[in-house]
């Protein structure tokens, strides 16, 4: 766990969220600035602050974020609809929190690309 870090403290439960899914890689909870009807964060349980940083040895956890998203899209019964997977990185990517995270968005229909 890395001091500060506000994913990895909802990860060891030590911060409040509203936590959907978890696992021995992953766990997804809701946004709290959610931008659709369905607005999950899916993170690896171990602290990787960006694609930028991933490296091997995160091969397993970067793989079972999209199966996680797939299990969790089925519970929100936003799969037949389909939903958008967007993984910010670094600023000009528009990640804001340095703990990668894949957003799970869906329950309404969206256009790419945006902004
Ligand atoms: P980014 O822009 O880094 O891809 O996305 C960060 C996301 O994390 C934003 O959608 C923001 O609303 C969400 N977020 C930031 N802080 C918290 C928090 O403390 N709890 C939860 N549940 N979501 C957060
Ligand atoms: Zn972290």
Redesign the pocket.
Known sequence: MTTDC??CK?VAGE????VVYQDDLVTA???????GPT?I?IVPNQHITAVSQAEAQHESALGRLFLAARKIAEMEQIQQGGYRL???TGPN??????HL?M?LIGGKRMRYPMG
């Open positions: 506000i994913f909802i911060a409040k969220a509203e909870f809701r946004d709290t600035h959610p931008v607005h964060l967007i993984v910010n990517g528009g990640q804001t929190v340095f995270h957003h």
